[in-house]
């Protein structure tokens, strides 16, 4: 079993940053590519970025330019820097890990707030 802990989100101002960051423990051998979602209140789940185990990132077009997703295969954790940030992007975000067959872990999601 793979165990993920997010962590970093709190209350901003429009035009702020908070970094997120995601640890993982367990079996992280089996751990491939790692992501970050969203969900907003009565809103569906939605990607936001995502990076393969090579380093390789893909964003959803609505945070492009603004975030920033890294991670650190050594210290098993993930991190999504966010810049300029809006109200439209209050939402529990979520990390998750995925293997050549798909998801196989979530974390308990952490609240971010954009709001004056």
């Known amino acids: 079993q793979v165990q993920l802990v997010e962590s970093g989100g709190g209350l901003v101002q429009p035009g702020g940053s908070l970094r997120l960051s995601c640890t993982a423990s367990?079996?992280?051998?089996?751990?491939?590519?790692m992501g970050w979602y969203r969900q907003a209140p009565g809103k569906q789940r939605e990607l936001v970025a995502y990076?393969?185990?090579?380093?390789?990132?893909i964003y959803a077009d609505s945070v492009k330019g603004r975030f920033t997703v890294s991670r650190d295969n050594a210290r098993n954790t993930l991190s999504l820097q966010m810049n300029s940030l809006k109200p439209e992007d209050t939402a529990v975000y979520y990390c998750n890990a995925n293997n050549p067959t798909g998801v196989i872990s979530w974390g308990q999601g952490t609240q971010v707030t954009v709001s004056s």
């Open positions: 990076i393969s185990n090579v380093g390789r990132p």
């Open positions: 367990g079996s992280i051998a089996s751990v491939y590519g």
